[in-house]
């Protein structure tokens, strides 16, 4: 899922390729989560929570084309949010590109709020940071 979008709109980077091809090493043990969405018996969505020592970085998310207009990254979105409660933390930061504007306007929606970007982030498309926090 997340390969397919990637194409649609940008590239995929080497730290992509890494993320997707070793979920296991690059999320799951450093400490971060994935969190999947299914549909009768289809995985339709997913999104990781990846550590990034300092932070949790929401990232790769993505829906299927056919399921997208559902609400299934909100349900996806508002999930981790409570997850995230439960575990103490103060915020989520993500890094998007203002072109993926339905993904924009829902973490707005939710509630993440716009920050400065960074000029090393480790993603080069990324051209927004938002941070969701605990009011």
Sequence with gaps: ???????????IVPYDQQVLS??????????GF???AKYQNEI???????NQKDFFEL??????????GQKIG???VKYFIEFRKNQGWESITLYSNRKLIPAITLYEKIGFKEVPLETNAHYNRA???MIFEIV
């Design 127 to 129: 051209d927004i940071k």
């Design 1 to 11: 899922m997340n390969a397919e979008w990637l194409r649609s709109y940008f590239y």
């Design 74 to 76: 909100e349900m996806l």
């Design 59 to 68: 990232s790769k998310m993505a829906v299927k084309p056919n399921f997208r």
């Design 34 to 36: 994935i969190f999947l």
């Design 44 to 50: 339709v969505g997913v999104v990781s929570l990846i």
């Design 22 to 31: 070793h979920p296991k090493k690059y999320i799951l043990d450093k400490g």
